[in-house]
């Protein structure tokens, strides 16, 4: 795949810059944020924070569809992540309410244009102001601390580690079967996803959201009766896996 | 925001709605600090040179 559109980029690959058939001009930025994996030291100076601007003179226009734009962006996000240990968090602006969109369209080309990348999308509803914060991660497959950066991900978002206990060992269960980080992590979300969408949950007013008020009893069922037929199944097809069992 | 101030903050959605809005306050920073960001425009004007070759 090769960008259709030039960008330009500084000497840091830390600013990245393109120019639109339109003559719209795009400012691509990655800046540190340490501070949000502090507590991991492991990978936490590795995170950049992903930010895509429009050109100060471009800030109230609205780009037309532009299918360039997405591959360019996919280019540039391919070189500044050669270094495999980089890690890219990217939060969706809600200022103009079209978060649900940026999410979107994010998602697409990601699912398109992705290569060698594995990501983590978890939504927070704002009740209060009617708003979801799309929160996404991004690691290269092969990075050694991919596991462990999806997990510091959920806990610094969501606390999972408090009231969750049980999704913690189903994932490194799931993760731990196959070596194909992509597949099994899907599987994990899809568990995961099952258990939040399940009847009690989408009645309450809650929605969909990673909630305390969840009936817990009901989503422990669950996760509980998955974790078991999962065991049984590695206990009897999995040798390498069966000391997980 | 003024009823998340009056809860748990140890209540784990709670902590999630902080996390998102900080993130927001932040993202918003970010993006008008990129957009005034001067050391943008020497790749800018390079940008420029090389799409009118």
Not at chain 1, 88 to 109: G, L, M, P, Q
Not at chain 1, 193 to 208: E, Q, W, Y
Not at chain 1, 221 to 237: D, G, P, R, Y
Request: aromatic share 14%.
């Amino acid at each position: 795949m090769s960008s259709p559109y030039v960008f330009i980029k500084n000497v840091s690959k830390t600013q990245y810059s393109f120019l639109t058939n339109s003559g719209v001009i795009y400012r691509i930025a990655f800046s540190e944020i340490p501070d949000l994996f502090s507590e991991y030291p492991l990978f936490a100076n590795n995170v950049y924070e992903f930010i895509i601007a429009l050109d100060k003179y471009f800030k109230d226009f609205q780009p037309a569809f532009d299918n360039n734009i997405g591959i360019t962006i996919a280019e540039i996000v391919n070189d500044f992540m050669v270094d495999r240990d980089k890690v890219i968090v990217y939060f969706c602006d809600v200022k103009d309410r079209k978060h649900k969109a940026r999410n979107r369209k994010f998602t697409s080309w990601f699912t398109r244009f992705n290569d060698n990348f594995v990501n983590y999308t978890i939504q927070i509803k704002d009740f209060e102001v009617e708003l979801t914060y799309y929160n996404t991660l991004i690691v290269k497959s092969e990075n050694p601390y991919k596991v462990q950066i999806f997990e510091a991900f959920e806990t610094i978002v969501n606390g999972f580690e408090d009231k969750y206990s049980l999704i913690m060992p189903l994932r490194k269960l799931s993760l731990m079967v196959d070596t194909n980080l992509k597949a099994s992590f899907f599987f994990y979300k899809f568990i995961k996803n099952s258990i939040v969408s399940i009847p009690s949950a989408k009645s309450s007013n809650l929605g969909t959201c990673a909630s305390p008020n969840l009936k817990l009893f009901e989503k422990r069922v669950f996760v509980e009766t998955v974790h078991w037929i999962f065991s049984a199944f590695l206990a009897n097809n999995c040798s390498k896996c069966a000391s997980l069992s | 925001m003024k009823i998340l101030e009056k809860v748990d903050k140890n209540d784990v959605q709670v902590r999630s709605v902080l996390f998102g809005r900080t993130m927001q306050k932040r993202l918003q920073k970010q993006i008008e600090k990129v957009q005034k960001d001067t050391s943008f425009d020497t790749l800018i004007a390079e940008l420029r040179l090389k799409s009118n070759e």
